[in-house]
């Protein structure tokens, strides 16, 4: 197969990510659509670096898997914390940043 | 030790004594806080004596000394140190400074004695101490500028001594304000100096001045006219003399001290010190001796229609000091200092005695309620007169003796000096009438109610003290003179200081006459060897037919004010009757406190009116306020992007990465 499908499909997921989280509002969702935005990328690093033929962009991909694991450790947890104290799961109830 | 040593030392004891007895306040009862204070003092007039001692037994020509402690400041061509140096000059300062300041402490203690501020007072006064001799020894333009402000605060902490009093806050603003005028005066001086000659040193700027000015160059005659107006505050001269009258608020040892006998003649001092550039500035040094000339005559004819006593002395003491200036800057750099001495001694007493009459009239200044002192008080008006006798050049006191020197000299120097002569003798001869006017009008005659009661009972009045200025109630629980009044001849110190002064006022003079001895101009004579007025010397029969003069016109005086103020008593009102005008113009002290007002205070007053009004509302106001809405109004466009809203952020965000890689898709193609 040519390197386009894979990089259709990438940009589709990411696509699909971006989407998911300009319309949803709950934060589990969100970060779903997050982890979705860096699988998108990761599956474009990986058949790229099928494509040129050496596994460093697979490293990458190794990197990133980590890093999205910390962020779904710390989004959990921040999701965790606003259901104990009783706030609404609704990130446009939450907007205590308003300048 | 050496004389160095010595100088330290009588250095270092009245800052000691200051700030034990201010750290002690609480502990040490009063009188151990007077004693120290006096004791302080006292030795650092012995250590004078030693320094005196060490001089002597060097040669003429060997007798000074420079002696630095460690660097004061230094940095690339700027090399001040904490220096000292001792000639005959600072010597002979240092020893009237001590010598009369002792005393002073001592009458302090009797005078001082039901005070509430008595551990202040001393403190206050033996830190003036200390900075009188900084001044005087300081080895550079630094450490005299130090010295300098040392004694103006010393002088404003005591004029203010009664703080409740609203008069005397005043008068220690007045003072300390032109103090600061004459303070800027010197400090650009030594800036000038700096500039031209590369040093603060004396030694070195004085060794150096020849070879780099030329006569009345307008640098060295600006250095010397900048001088000469920290003298002039210093030691209140026209214009700059307004404060000392005020000055009088002060609690009586304060005007003996600092405003008639040593700070006040500071000014004196320092064109002493510095006459090398003076020869160098002929233009400065005559400026210097017509305005002191001008400060004897104005301060005497005011001096003769004064009423409150203690003022009456204070212009007495800027006429006094008019005559030092004269000579120390025409040349009679010797008599200046000789005059300078004997007038420590004879107007400290006068104002001593002056202090005990103000006690037993429970704080009453006005000569036209005091009568017949002379019978009531019998010490104090036998020392009184020993001064009066003294300030009127009487024959053979000290006064008279070191004043006809001066006049001998610009006698002898001839051509437009004989006109500080013959002025000078017109001042001389003012001099006598107003002092004896003072004497004749409280101690003869019949005694007041105050002098009555103190012959009845021999018990001071104790009225509820009013101020004369103000009528308001003087406060005592702050130490306003205190709940009870001492007079001389209640009190052992304060006696034994004034018998001393009377005693020196009376024959003090007598260690300098003409063609007999000549013990301070010879001592004196090596430091001002290389000025070339110091080589005229009046010849001794001119010198004692000026002495006659002086002498005759003395008698005159004294005669003219018995005629007024003893013989004829009603003759003082009729021609004050008379000459009303004239009497008015002198009252008011030459309208001199008005012109400044008009000239100085109050364009001052309009400029600040004016700053505040229009520069600060509009100009600063505006500026500052522009600032604030601009950066207000920024903020709140910005804002409004701070939405709160996650998602938009979000959005934000990848519309931000979508347009850059857009751009880099664009760019690269």
Redesign the interface.
């Known amino acids: 197969m040519s390197i386009e499908w894979y990089v259709v499909l990438s940009a589709l997921l990411f696509a699909t990510g971006?989407m998911g989280?300009?319309?949803r509002?709950s934060p589990v969702v969100i970060l779903l659509c997050l982890e979705l935005m860096l699988n998108a990328g990761n599956l474009a690093l990986v058949a790229f670096s099928r494509m040129v033929g050496n596994q460093q962009g697979q490293v990458f991909a190794l990197v990133v898997m980590v890093i999205a694991a910390c962020e779904v450790v710390v989004g959990l947890g921040l999701i965790v914390a606003i259901f104990r104290r009783r706030l609404p799961l609704d990130?446009?109830e939450?907007?205590?940043?308003?300048? | 030790m050496s004389a160095v040593s010595w100088a330290w030392l009588a250095l270092l004891l009245p800052l000691l004594g200051s700030i034990v007895v201010a750290l002690g306040f609480r502990v040490l009862p009063a009188r151990v806080a007077g004693t120290i204070g006096t004791a302080a003092i006292g030795l650092a007039f012995v250590c004078a004596v030693g320094a005196l001692l060490n001089l002597l037994g060097e040669g003429a020509d060997a007798r000074h000394h420079a002696s630095s402690l460690w660097t004061y400041a230094g940095a690339a061509g700027l090399d001040i140190k904490l220096g000292i140096y001792v000639d005959q000059l600072s010597v002979f300062m240092l020893l009237v400074v001590t010598g009369v300041s002792t005393l002073i402490h001592l009458y302090s203690v009797g005078y001082m004695r039901s005070d509430e501020g008595y551990h202040r007072f001393f403190s206050y006064l033996n830190f003036f101490v200390f900075s009188m001799l900084l001044l005087v020894l300081a080895g550079n333009f630094v450490l005299l500028i130090v010295g300098w402000a040392f004694v103006g605060f010393a002088s404003y902490a005591l004029i203010s001594f009664w703080y409740r009093r609203t008069t005397a806050t005043r008068a220690g603003m007045k003072a300390f304000v032109i103090n600061v005028v004459g303070d800027i005066g010197l400090v650009l001086a030594a800036f000038l100096i700096f500039r031209e000659i590369g040093s603060f040193d004396y030694g070195t700027v004085f060794a150096r001045a020849p070879h780099v000015f030329t006569t009345n160059e307008w640098t060295v005659t600006a250095i010397c006219l900048l001088l000469l107006l920290g003298a002039f505050a210093k030691s209140a001269q026209l214009p700059l003399h307004t404060w000392l009258p005020d000055a009088m608020e002060g609690p009586t040892p304060v005007s003996s001290l600092i405003h008639a006998a040593t700070m006040v003649t500071a000014g004196v001092y320092l064109i002493a010190r510095t006459h090398i550039l003076f020869v160098l500035a002929p233009t400065a040094a005559d400026i210097a001796a017509f305005v002191g000339l001008a400060t004897l005559l104005v301060a005497a004819t005011i001096a003769l229609v004064m009423t409150d006593l203690k003022r009456a002395i204070a212009y007495s003491t800027m006429s006094q000091i008019g005559y030092m200036v004269v000579g120390v800057s025409i040349g009679a750099y010797g008599a200046g200092m000789f005059h300078l001495m004997t007038h420590a001694f004879f107007k400290a007493l006068l104002f001593m005695a002056a202090g005990s009459i103000i006690a037993a009239m429970a704080n009453e200044q006005n000569i036209d309620k005091m009568s017949g002192f002379g019978r009531a008080m019998r010490f104090t008006s036998v020392t009184m007169l020993c001064g009066g006798l003294a300030l009127a050049a009487f024959p053979l006191t000290s006064g008279f003796f070191s004043k006809d020197e001066i006049l001998a000299y610009a006698g002898a120097r001839g051509g437009m000096y004989l006109i500080f002569t013959v002025l000078g003798y017109l001042g001389a001869f003012l001099t006598a009438i107003y002092t004896f006017r003072l004497i004749f009008r409280v101690l003869p005659g019949r005694p007041c109610r105050e002098a009555q009661e103190l012959i009845d009972t021999g018990h001071v009045a104790h009225a509820a003290p009013r101020n004369p200025a103000t009528g308001e109630q003087e406060d005592t629980d702050v130490g306003f003179p205190g709940a009870e009044h001492h007079i001389a001849e209640h009190s052992a110190s304060m006696r034994v200081a004034m018998a001393v002064l009377a005693f020196l006022a009376l024959f003090g003079g007598l260690i300098q006459v003409p063609g007999v001895d000549n013990v301070i101009a010879n001592f004196l004579d090596p430091v001002f060897a290389d000025s070339p007025l110091a080589a005229i010397h009046p010849s001794t029969s001119w010198s004692w037919i000026g002495l006659g003069i002086g002498a005759a016109i003395s008698l005159a005086g004294i005669g003219v004010a018995y005629l007024l103020y003893v013989l004829r008593p009603d003759a003082p009102a009729a021609l004050q009757r008379r000459l009303s005008a004239v009497h008015a113009f002198l009252f008011n002290k030459w309208y001199f406190d008005e012109a400044i007002d008009l000239v100085v205070v109050r364009p001052a007053l309009a400029i600040g009116r004016f700053a505040n009004d229009v520069f600060e509302r509009f100009v600063v106001d505006g500026l500052v306020a522009g600032t604030r809405d601009a950066i207000g109004g920024a903020g709140g466009i910005?804002?409004i992007?701070?939405?709160?809203?996650?998602?938009s952020y979000?959005?934000l965000l990848?519309a931000g990465f979508a347009g850059l890689a857009l751009y880099f898709l664009l760019s690269s193609s």
């Open positions: 971006a989280i300009l319309i509002r990130i446009d939450l907007r205590e940043l308003r300048g | 910005v804002r992007v701070q939405s709160g809203f996650v998602r979000a959005l990848l």
